[in-house]
């Protein structure tokens, strides 16, 4: 049994703005802490708001006395994470600094070496490296792991970092984490918890990281998925639950097991998931749509991303016609669609992104679809996708500053002004709350729901 502490923290941004809507585990220390733990790592997960994080990490460092800590990092708590990393070199100057993160890419480790005074950085799947690096293994020798040698000079990483099946790890672990607090918008009122139960994805979207990452799309398997929901309803009195996964249609067999699963213990909680288009195009899946509102699904969050053929191609991102007509499956069988739709490509006119939006505003007006928390955001090149490099390559980047990069700040270069393209999403926002509705602000029901 090692002696070491590893101490797993996440900054968060709160929930609010126009587009972020809940406040959930922070799933990726979850499923480290679990591993760790499994091998006999003393670990704390700690997971804070980026405006108030210093104190209390210096309070909870104080108490816990780590050896190590692990920052969670994405480009968006970037400049926390250093102000915190500086706070803590000065407090604490003992204590060794790792982060892990999907911003920490084979190609992009070195921007985030730049930023973050860390010691080491993970690229790729953190449970195992981190295990190594937790257990005192010499950072040359742990796979996926970049480290600074005692004259401060930066080495890369060999490899990739290992991957493990997913069936191998534990349930990913939730203690110490403010379980209570958390919440969606989509559950109003709710007990809510996050469930991550697949890596990997079929498709290959140049705005996302996924597929790029795994080979192949790996599960957990049923009965695990199963046992999770019913620890979070028994020790947690979860109501909803996100299962985040983000190809959870992948294989339809196992969504019929998981969601006869849940009819057999008598549905206990409300369920949503993201929803691929083409998905609905298959009679297979549709003829789930039944079983899996019974089970107590009520929301399919939908990456529509465009009405406009020449971005969807520009994205290499599948679907786009019969938008309206496969929707309504999920409204015939009383599921709500929450539309995830992308503006701002380098192509569009205003004149695009009005039709767009517009046409977005009428899938229920005009077709009757029960429709929710329809979710616009700026095209954004998260660094290490391939939509990063080419817009690099074409000088479409226009604001260098990854803390930006949340699809919430216009960052590319488009026919359409950046000005206008915020003025758009606003009069999107406000048309379809109602102008007397709570507008999309940090006053958003969620930001209230977590205190
Ligand atoms: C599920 C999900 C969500 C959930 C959040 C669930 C949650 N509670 O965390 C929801 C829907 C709420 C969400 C919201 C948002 N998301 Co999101 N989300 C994802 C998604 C699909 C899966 C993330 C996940 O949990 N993966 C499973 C875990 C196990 O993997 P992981 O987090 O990468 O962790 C592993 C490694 O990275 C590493 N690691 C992670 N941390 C650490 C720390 C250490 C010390 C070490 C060593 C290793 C390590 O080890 C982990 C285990 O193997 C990813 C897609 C993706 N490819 O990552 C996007 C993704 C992370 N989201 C993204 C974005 C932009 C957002 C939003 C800003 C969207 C918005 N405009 O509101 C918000 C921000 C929310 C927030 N505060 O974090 C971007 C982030 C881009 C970036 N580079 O910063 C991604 C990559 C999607 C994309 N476009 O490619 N998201």
Same mark, same amino acid.
């Given at each position: 049994m090692s002696e070491r502490r590893v101490m797993l923290v996440k900054l968060d941004k709160p929930p609010g703005g126009p587009s972020h809507l809940s406040y959930s585990e922070p799933i990726g220390i979850c499923y480290i802490a679990a591993f760790l733990e499994q091998h006999g790592l003393d670990c704390r997960l700690t997971h804070l708001f980026q405006h108030d994080a210093d104190q209390a990490l210096c309070r909870e460092i104080a108490d816990y006395a780590p050896d190590v800590i692990g920052f969670s990092v994405r480009n968006f708590n970037l400049a926390a994470t250093q102000r915190a990393i500086a706070t803590i070199r000065k407090s604490f100057p003992a204590i060794r600094i790792i982060a892990g993160g999907e911003c920490i890419t084979a190609q992009q480790w070195q921007s985030v070496a730049a930023l973050l005074d860390t010691d080491a950085l993970i690229i790729g799947d953190g449970e195992s490296s981190l295990l190594a690096y937790g257990s005192g293994v010499s950072p040359d020798e742990i796979p996926g792991c970049a480290y600074r040698d005692q004259d401060g000079i930066w080495h890369g990483a060999r490899h990739d970092s290992g991957r493990i099946a997913l069936a191998e790890l534990p349930m990913m672990s939730r203690h110490g984490l403010p379980m209570n607090r958390y919440c969606s918008e989509a559950f109003p009122g709710k007990t809510y918890a996050t469930m991550h139960t697949m890596r990997g994805?079929?498709?290959?979207?140049?705005?996302? !990281?996924t597929a790029g990452r795994y080979a192949k799309v790996d599960t957990r398997t049923t009965s695990q998925i199963l046992d999770e929901v019913a620890l979070l309803v028994r020790e !947690?009195?979860?109501?909803a639950i996100g299962m985040w996964d983000e190809d959870f249609f992948a294989y339809p067999k196992r969504v019929e097991q998981i969601a006869q699963g849940l009819v057999d213990r008598g549905s206990p909680v409300e369920w949503q998931s993201f929803m691929k288009l083409t998905d609905l195009q298959k009679a297979p899946i549709r003829q789930l749509l039944p079983l899996l509102r019974r089970s107590g699904y009520v929301r399919a969050i939908i990456g529509l991303e465009s009405f406009l053929p020449a971005t969807l191609r520009g994205y290499h991102k599948a679907g786009g016609t019969n938008v309206e007509e496969l929707c309504r499956h999920l409204t015939d069988h009383g599921i709500t669609l929450c539309p995830a739709y992308i503006i701002g490509a380098p192509h569009e006119t205003a004149a695009d992104v009005a039709y767009g939006l517009e046409r977005l505003g009428r899938l229920g007006v005009d077709h009757g679809i029960r429709m929710d928390l329809p979710f616009v955001q700026f095209i954004t090149p998260y660094p290490g996708t391939a939509l990063f490099s080419e817009y690099l390559e074409q000088d479409?980047?226009?604001?260098?500053?990854?803390?930006?990069?949340?699809?919430?700040?216009?960052v590319v270069k488009s026919k359409c002004p950046a000005d206008q393209l915020l003025g758009l999403r606003d009069a999107f926002y406000a048309n379809f709350y109602g102008q007397s509705s709570e507008s999309h602000d940090a006053t958003t029901p969620s930001a209230r729901l977590c205190g």
């Open positions: 994805c079929r498709y290959h979207c140049t705005f996302c !990281h !947690h009195s979860v109501e479409l980047i226009f604001d260098p500053d990854w803390s930006h990069y949340d699809g919430e700040h216009v």
